[in-house]
């Protein structure tokens, strides 16, 4: 299986034959490159030697290259993992995902897309998907409740509440029900989360842009990575990304990731961060506090982003093809099942967490 890069440090990406090779600076911020130097840059880049080794990334193993680090690189790069179908995406220097360079559709598919697009345009069909991606979230988080519930945490009226909600998400009939109602049970859900962490978080509500405290934080990064890592798997598959049905399609993101994140942000993000500050792996050191904003820095992320590399590499039994698959892959799945809900071919079921 093909591997996520992860790059911190400031340097140059660049290609040589059919090699990835990363150049880091020692300066803490790469100088620009002009497109003079681009165009008269040797390809087999016999340029001076210099103080800090240059580092092979073997192409054929990369599935997508995460960048928290300053960057340069040049459009022989971009067109090199374009031809290889390697996602590339950005962070700020705050740790949030700012976008990603995603190459041209490899599994290209008119009839999907003019399909996809149809069950959006189709009220009554984009209701039907919408309502299970809020479905399959609300089931992912209660699962979650009960975990932390069997484990003498008291979280009964928290369940007790999210299943009220549910039955309200399946006779909804508005878009903006859908969303209130999924709102409304991350509300409810949050309010737990301060008996699920044994540090004292002082956690009452989702805030962003920016986020207000370390657990905000937290949240932010991780779902950040979700989306990106959704967004890799929707690339694999013959799914348009812009073509979304719970949240509305705009313009600047990649709105059906976003979808399908909702159904895995309890799996991969939520159930990281218990675990995370449970076994004070991260602790408020690991965060940068200030007075209108907070958010977690270097050491942290990379504490993080281990255990979020392992996490997407871990097997489980799956129900239905009776073998292991890998977290990862079941996003992938997910992908699957959404194209032959969309073909006619089978209603779509979402992942719920049976473990």
């Known amino acids: 299986m093909k591997r996520n890069y992860y790059i911190f440090s400031p ?33 087999d880049l016999e340029e001076a030697p210099r103080k800090l080794p240059r580092k092979p990334l073997p192409v054929e193993d990369i599935a997508s290259i995460y960048c928290f680090g300053e960057l ?58 919408a309502r299970l991606f809020v479905l399959g979230a609300a089931n992912n988080i209660k ?36 969303m209130g109602y999924e709102g409304n049970i991350r509300a409810d859900y949050y309010l737990a989360w301060n008996l699920i962490i044994d540090q004292e978080i002082n956690f009452t509500k989702r805030s962003r842009r920016p986020p207000s405290n370390p657990v905000n934080a937290l949240i932010s990064f991780a ?4 989306y990106s890592t959704v967004l890799s798997e929707i690339y694999s598959t013959q799914l348009n990304p812009v073509i979304s049905f719970l949240h509305e399609p ?15 942000k309890p799996l991969l993000a939520d159930r990281l961060i218990f675990s995370l500050l449970n076994k ?9 506090k200030n007075l209108n904003y907070c958010y977690l820095k270097e050491k942290g992320r990379k504490v993080f982003l281990r255990e979020y590399d392992e996490k997407l590499k871990t097997t489980i039994k799956h129900k239905t093809l009776r073998r292991s698959v890998s977290y990862r892959r079941l996003i992938t799945l997910e992908c699957y099942k959404i194209i032959k809900h969309i073909l006619g071919e089978k209603e779509y079921k979402p992942f719920n967490i049976w473990w």
Not at 147 to 176: C, M, S
Not at 250 to 264: H, Q
């Open 11 to 43: 340097g140059r990406l660049k290609r040589k034959d059919n090699t990835l090779y990363f150049e880091e600076f020692e300066e803490e911020q790469p100088e620009e490159i002009t497109s003079e130097e681009e165009n008269s840059a040797s390809p």
């Open 143 to 178: 699962k979650n409740l009960q975990y932390y519930n069997n484990r003498g945490k008291d979280l009964v009226p928290i369940i007790e509440r999210t299943d009220t909600i549910i039955k309200k998400v399946k006779t909804a009939a508005e878009i903006h029900e859908l």
């Open 223 to 226: 779902n950040g990575m979700v």
């Open 72 to 129: 340069n690189f040049n459009t022989k790069f971009l067109n090199f993992i374009s031809q290889k179908n390697i996602t590339l995406h950005f962070f700020n220097y705050y740790g949030y995902y700012t976008g990603s360079f995603y190459p041209r559709e490899p599994f290209n598919s008119g009839k999907l897309l003019i399909k996809q697009a149809a069950r959006h345009s189709n009220m009554k069909e984009r209701m039907k998907l």
């Open 280 to 288: 004070n792996m991260l602790k408020e050191n690991d965060f940068d």
């Open 250 to 264: 705009g313009t600047k993101r990649f709105s059906l990731s976003l979808d399908i994140a909702e159904i895995f």
